[in-house]
Each structure stands twice: as structure tokens, then as C-alpha cells.
């Protein structure tokens, strides 16, 4: 199997408002198809930061949505553009993701999947201009591992986690501990760190099913 990771910037719905929005977010693209004379995408993703619910705003105002449902960060949208244009619409059955789609406060987008040939891959590479190969390389079957782009948390446990992971905490080695964590969070240390075990525990439930 060969893997790919590559980081991006072009227009696309999600790029363009987490710039605007300064959010971050995560996505998968779902059957691409064309009707009429125009194309159309599925995508299913998560946002994260302060401003979430401002990216939500800029969403639906986006004309380059043709249907949109959302639940609290999380969304469903259906994309429609008149060419094929957008990365997720190049990726054939021969390409499978290995992680959901990174999209960063200033548009970058990280994406990472896999194929059995190198060939196909650097096929869909070929179709961008602003594109990175961070790396491309065999890797073994272990190596790949998908998880749930939203996992039934609370607010207070998605709020935990993602301030956990954004302050280093679970770097290696740690670039935080719990009582910064609780300090930030505006909370006690007893408190975070249940609402941190118990995020924890819905992300790692991916594991046992």
C-alpha cells in the first residue's frame, strides 16, 4: 500500500470560510457525481474554535452549497460546481483516505490517503498548483487508521479535548499539563480532567467498536 500526504490551497467551501471564520476544521468527501451540467460533492465534516458557529454562518450563506444540515460543529453539505474542480472530486475508487481532511485558520488543507499503486496517486496530485507532497511512501496495513470525524461528546468534553490537543498535551513530550489545561479551561482541575477522560474515552471507543 502507498500513502500520501500532501498540504493544499485552493478555493474550496471550507478553506475559504476557516480563513475567514479563523476555525479549523476536519472532512470527507463523498460521492462526487454530475448532474445536468454541473458536478456535485458530499461532504461530512466537523468544526473546531471559538468562531465555530460563525463558520457555520458563512456556510450557509455560501452559494457554492446547494443543501446543508448541521448539528451543533458538526455538518453534512452537498457542493455544486459548475466544472470539476475541488480535490475531493478527483478522488476515484482506487483512492481510499487514511485520515479526515485538516483544513487550518489560513485555508491549508492536509490531506492524507492511500492506494495500491503510486501511480494513481501522483495522478491526483498532478490536478493542483499549490500542493506539497509532505511525503509518499509505502506503509504497512497497521500504519492506517480511521476515526470518527464526530464522536457523540458534550460541549464541555469536545471544548476539553480540543484544547488539550491544541496546547501539546498529547505531544510527546508534553508541552502541558492538567492544571494549565484547567486554568485556561476556567475550571478545576477535577473538573477538566473528567470532562477530558470521558472525551477520551468516546474517541478511543473507535477501538473496540
Known sequence: MWTVKIRLK???????????A???????SF???????????????TVFGDNSQEFIALLKKDKRIDHIEVDGRTFFVVEKRPAKTTPGMFVTPEIIYIKPVYVDTNGYETWELASIKQETLMDFIRHFKDCEILYIERTKLRDIYFPRLSPNMTSRQRDAIELATKEGYYQFPKKTDLNRLAKKARLSKSAYREHLKRAEMKVLGDLSG
Do not use: A, P, Q
Not at 485552493?10 to 475567514?20: A, T, Y
Not at 479563523?22 to 470527507?28: A, H, Q, R, S, Y
Open 10 to 20: 485552493h478555493s474550496c467551501v471550507f478553506g475559504d470560510n476557516c480563513e475567514k
Open 22 to 28: 479563523k476555525t479549523t476544521c476536519i472532512n470527507i
Open 31 to 45: 460521492n462526487s457525481f454530475k448532474k445536468g451540467k454541473c458536478h456535485y460533492i458530499y461532504h461530512f465534516g
